[in-house]
């Protein structure tokens, strides 16, 4: 199956002149998505997680389901407040600014191997970001994984682990 035929491309979305490449056509299709499912958790596992984090909020649709298909713990990485409890954080730059990750505090236990997912890499700022974050909490991450990577963007250069796509845009 060709996952491509079920993402579909919104132009000019969430700006001019931007290509968004939307998943709710590929979520929608029982199919497809068990098949992307599918063919993340034999992406993944190889590197032997024992939790998958993902990145708000659609890497929360990936890690989720995935996380119960290879019956593992979910964690999640935030914008900042949106979770209760004492938690750590992280800022880090984008193209035109700053922005703000975070976790519970308590989340992932010291030394537990830890999976990094989202539904697409575009410049790898908030990939890196979400792999820094579980390392200072005392995570190792053996990997990260995105349905969807936008090669032309460049964002693999700033992931330090192997990082795994199931589909690829060129431009």
């Known amino acids: 199956m060709d996952l491509?035929?079920?993402?579909r491309g919104?132009?000019?979305?969430?700006?001019?002149?931007?290509l968004f490449?939307?998943?709710s056509t590929?979520?929608?299709?029982?199919?497809?998505?068990?098949t992307a499912m599918a063919r993340l958790?034999?992406?993944?596992?190889?590197h032997k997680p024992d939790l998958l984090a993902g990145i708000e909020s659609r890497g929360f649709?990936?890690?989720a389901p995935l996380a119960l298909e290879l019956g593992l713990g979910f964690v999640m990485l935030r914008k900042p407040r949106k979770l209760p409890g004492l938690?750590?954080?992280l800022n880090y730059a984008l193209e035109y600014g700053t922005d703000r990750i975070e976790m519970q505090a308590d989340a992932v236990p010291k030394g537990s191997r830890v999976v990094v997912l989202d539904d697409l890499l575009a410049t790898g700022g908030t990939m890196a970001a979400g792999i820094s974050l579980l390392r200072q909490a005392g995570a190792e991450v053996p990997c990260a994984a995105t349905l969807i990577e936008l090669t032309f963007l460049g964002g693999r250069s700033r992931i330090d682990v192997p990082f795994?796509?199931?589909?690829?845009y060129d431009s």
């Open 41 to 46: 958790a034999e992406a993944l596992r190889p």
């Open 61 to 63: 649709l990936v890690a």
């Open 4 to 7: 491509k035929d079920h993402i």
């Open 164 to 168: 795994e796509s199931l589909v690829s």
């Open 87 to 89: 938690t750590i954080g």
């Open 10 to 18: 919104i132009p000019d979305f969430p700006k001019p002149g931007i």
């Open 26 to 34: 590929l979520l929608r299709h029982g199919s497809a998505w068990r």
């Open 21 to 23: 490449y939307d998943i």
